[in-house]
């Protein structure tokens, strides 16, 4: 696969503290696979559908033990150059740009609102081996609580343009051309107050039902849903360890897409 355009939602990991029962519970849910732990690159566990590489799970670094979430990674063509563009806009490196054997050059940051993101500048790991299918990222939503400092954030330091979509959700879709890339929505009350802003990452599944009921029978928490869109049958689900994620079955859509306004 050629590198993404940049800006392009990359690839996705999560840190567990349960890297093995992590593998069990996404085995069953998103039947993945997975490789032999790289214990050059700190035990990170590659996971693949359909023989396609999709995500990894890690264990945590010593010290750096923490609450399990996923993390989704933008490609970009510098990331020296993007962390720069990072501070000037509000936002704060969690890790300086670093490079990963020659697989390539990670960064961690956050924006001014408190998401945590990630930069991947492609070696020979391009990212996603497949999207959009059974088990491989779909989609992601940026859920915050200060929307307008994300809105203004992720556009400077990425070629998004900007537009919201019709209807009473505080909703706006970031594009990259004429192709949308990232969502973004405002955390309302339906949010315990605890709970962090974060990027939710969406994964392909065939049957959304089917996806939530193992899910569930394996220690996940049902968040919200199921439910239809026009974009698909969807549920917001936490995993065992409270890594929270979606499931998405594209392939049942339910109604017409929202129109946009005010494009910038």
């Not at 697989?103 to 990630?118: H, I, Q, S, Y």
């Not at 992720?154 to 009473?168: I, Q, W």
């Not at 405002?186 to 709970?195: N, V």
């Amino acid at each position: 696969m050629a590198v993404p355009p940049e800006g392009t939602p990359c690839w996705a990991d999560a840190t567990f503290s349960d890297v093995e029962g992590a593998e069990r519970f996404y085995s069953d849910v998103l039947g993945w696979t997975f490789s032999e732990a790289s214990t050059e690159f700190g035990d990170y566990t590659e996971a693949y559908a359909g023989g396609k590489a999709v995500a990894a799970l890690v264990p945590p670094m010593p010290g750096q033990e923490g609450p399990s979430q996923w993390c989704l990674y933008f490609a970009v063509e510098d990331a020296a150059a993007t962390a720069v563009r990072i501070r000037d806009g509000g936002g704060e490196l969690l890790m300086e740009p670093m490079g990963i054997g020659d697989f390539g050059t990670m960064c961690l940051a956050r924006d001014p609102g408190g998401v945590v993101f990630g930069l991947w500048q492609a070696g020979t790991h391009e990212g996603f081996g497949a999207t959009a299918v059974p088990g491989a990222y779909c989609w992601a939503e940026i859920l915050t609580r200060e929307p307008e400092k994300s809105d203004a954030f992720f556009p400077a330091v990425f070629p998004y343009r900007s537009k919201r979509l019709e209807g009473e959700t505080d909703f706006r879709v970031y594009d990259l051309g004429e192709r949308s890339v990232l969502g973004r929505m405002r955390m309302t009350d339906d949010f315990p107050p605890e709970a962090p802003p974060y990027i939710n990452v969406y994964f392909a599944v065939a049957d959304c039902d089917e996806a939530v009921t193992r899910a569930t029978e394996r220690g996940g928490v049902l968040r919200s849903g199921p439910v239809d869109t026009p974009f698909g049958r969807f549920a917001a689900i936490g995993d065992p360890q409270g890594a929270d994620f979606s499931v998405i079955d594209i392939t049942t859509t339910v109604g017409e897409a929202p129109g946009t306004t005010g494009a910038t």
